[in-house]
């Protein structure tokens, strides 16, 4: 949440701090702003665009720092967008996360005669920052932070030394790129790709003095680190649109490249086998476990939902599922031979982070399934798997909910395997896994059919999804994608839930978006939605193709190709990610980037 961008090099800086701004915009689009030294901040209330009208001309200077806010602490006004100055106003910063004890150090300052002006924490660290510093800015800041309690990717610089940049990180990412014009800080890689695949990560406690052709990491408290650039894998075309009219459109389309990227190398389809290099080391504790927890937010969390039905179903492993912000503050009482899988895209979400470091204070076995290479999940975590699912822009996530779907596809089959699965039945899945990404590239050939009833149900002001088995949690994956992207009320149930309770809400206008693969729980699905239409609900199914029987029972059907049951779900997600699409484009709302929302969720 919240996007910086810092550069310090030999070219005209503000272009390239907006261009940044333009990458990281998906992390934050309440307000932007931009400081060059010497000059006065920019700053602008909505979209980058906004700031970049205000910039008719580049600012003089050939360093600066740039921020996107997603608002916590204040109103999204030009008043609370970042940069902030301290109190003699040379001294800007731009900061991501949240100063828990600003109120706090803010009555400290107020006593030496320091207002703030914004609401914001951030310009409270601005001024501690600035009374503190004697000429030295990296010193200055790292006081300042001596007295800070809270999370922050921080950057800052002062017009005395226009040449550096000073960043620091505590909780919320900070990358260093190295390129051959200067060097830049961006709080995601996809940023600097523009630029560079040369990147540092800092990690917790760290900060670091940048400038055009030096850097100098150490920690906060002070001892020098020798760290060395690491090579970002991802492309500059993959942050790019590509031809696609959305972020979104394009991420859905990925869905069989992603699909292969997932298990390319890892798939033994002859052996109906996986593996996974990052696990192989755990593989047998993995076997061996009592019971194995999943953890995540969101889409992540619906992804781990499906795990679990696979690890019951084919791998005998007993799961539960837990979201992020309950694990991390519930008291747990695992088994003693259990373990934790964290599940996130981005692998800075706070709340999954927070359920990691509980999970190893409990001294427990963990492993990430990560988008983000190089993110603080996947290094704090014991072992794990990369999604290889590339960047994911679009804010509301697609390809890589795929692609974790995928994952745990693959590790059913290692842990399965080990552990009774037979070898026809691995076979089977595997060679229809590897068949996957084909079958998906026919049918998203045509899916005229999903913009037409999107049409029609874009209508409706609420909607509700049902599914069963592996589908109860695509149900709930379908009605999140339709809420954030197109704003509707919807609703998620497990199919047999209805009856007790919510089917009191349907009526005509109250339409039902079935799941109603042809797999073991069909008529029990075919029986919820005949209970649903005799309430009058419109009812659209997504079903398997060749399904006569349904086109009976409901008002509209998209049909799916049949798959095997553990990569139903895969297929099932792909029309519910392109009808939540075309009714947000229908509605003429932005679907890259819904109101009140930001990628990356590191504030908790
Ligand atoms: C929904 C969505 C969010 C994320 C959630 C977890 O479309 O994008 O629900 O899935 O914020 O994010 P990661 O996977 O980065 O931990």
Redesign the pocket.
């Known amino acids: 949440m919240c996007g910086i961008f810092g550069y310090v090099g030999a070219r005209s800086a503000s272009p390239i701090l907006l261009e940044g701004l333009r990458t990281l915009e998906y992390r934050g689009y309440d307000s932007a702003g931009i400081y060059v030294p010497g000059q006065a901040p920019v700053r602008a209330v909505g979209p980058i665009d906004n700031l970049a009208a205000k910039l008719t001309a580049p600012l003089p200077g050939s360093a600066g720092i740039a921020h996107t806010r997603w608002a916590t602490h204040g109103a999204p006004t030009e008043l609370n967008a970042h940069p902030h100055l301290d109190m003699s106003g040379t001294v800007a910063i731009v900061h991501n996360g949240i100063i828990e004890n600003y109120r706090e150090l803010k009555e400290g300052l107020i006593m030496q005669g320091i207002t703030c002006t914004s609401d914001t924490d951030t310009e409270v660290l601005a001024k501690l920052i600035g009374s503190v510093y004697r000429g030295d800015l990296l010193a200055a800041v790292r006081e300042a932070l001596s007295f800070v309690r809270g999370t922050y990717g921080l950057v800052a610089m002062s017009e005395r030394r226009p040449g550096e940049i000073v960043t620091a990180r505590m909780g919320s990412p900070i990358v260093i790129g190295i390129a051959a014009d200067g060097n830049l800080i961006s709080s995601d890689p996809s940023a600097l790709l523009a630029h560079t695949k040369d990147v540092i990560y800092l990690e917790d406690g760290e900060c670091a003095v940048v400038t055009k052709d030096s850097y100098e990491v150490m920690t906060i408290s002070g001892k020098k680190l020798n760290k060395s650039p690491e090579t970002v894998e991802w492309d500059v075309e993959s942050v790019q649109k590509q031809g696609y009219e959305h972020f979104m459109l394009k991420e859905i389309f990925e869905a069989p490249s992603v699909i292969e990227n997932t298990i390319r190398g890892r798939l033994m389809p002859e052996k109906g086998r996986a593996k996974l290099g990052g696990v192989e080391r755990v593989l047998d504790t993995l076997v061996d476990l009592d019971r194995l927890t999943i953890v ?5 969390y619906y992804a781990g939902q499906v795990g679990r039905y696979m690890f019951e179903e084919y791998a005998g492993l007993p799961t539960e599922v837990e979201l992020g912000s309950e694990y991390r503050y519930k008291r747990n009482l695992p088994d003693k031979n259990s373990a934790v899988i964290a ?7 706070a709340d ?1 982070l927070a359920s990691v470091r509980e999970a190893k204070s409990l001294g427990l076995l963990t492993l990430g399934v990560v988008n983000v290479v190089g993110s603080t999940i996947a290094r704090e975590t014991d072992a794990g798997v990369y999604n290889h699912a590339g960047p994911e822009v679009a ?3 697609t390809k ?1 909910f795929i692609s974790q779907l995928t994952v745990f596809v693959l590790l059913t089959l290692l842990i399965g395997r080990e552990k009774g699965l037979s070898a026809e039945e691995g076979k089977r899945i595997a060679a229809e896994l590897a068949a996957l990404p084909g079958v998906l590239e026919q049918y998203l050939k045509n899916t005229d059919n999903i913009a037409t009833v999107a049409k029609k149900y874009a209508a409706y002001r609420d909607a509700m999804f049902i599914g069963r088995k592996f589908h109860t949690p695509i149900a709930y994956e379908g009605s ?2 339709l809420k ?1 992207v197109t704003y509707t009320h919807a609703e998620a149930y497990a199919g047999g839930e209805l009856k007790h309770g919510s089917i009191a809400m349907l009526d005509e206008q109250f339409p039902v978006i079935a799941l109603v693969p042809k797999d073991d729980v069909y008529e029990k699905m075919v029986s919820n939605i005949e209970e649903v239409r005799a309430r009058k609900a419109p009812v659209l199914a997504i079903a398997t193709e060749g399904d006569m029987h349904i086109k009976a029972v409901a008002d509209d059907v998209l049909f799916i190709p049949k798959m095997h049951p553990i990569l139903q779900p895969i297929v099932t997600t792909i029309p519910l990610q392109l009808l939540a699409y075309y009714i947000g484009v229908e509605k003429g709302l932005n679907v890259d980037r819904p109101r009140n929302l930001a ?3 590191t504030v908790e």
């Open positions: 995540g937010c969101g889409s992540a599940v996130t895209q981005s692998g800075e979400t999954t804010v509301a996530s890589a999140l994608k954030e990628k990356s969720v």
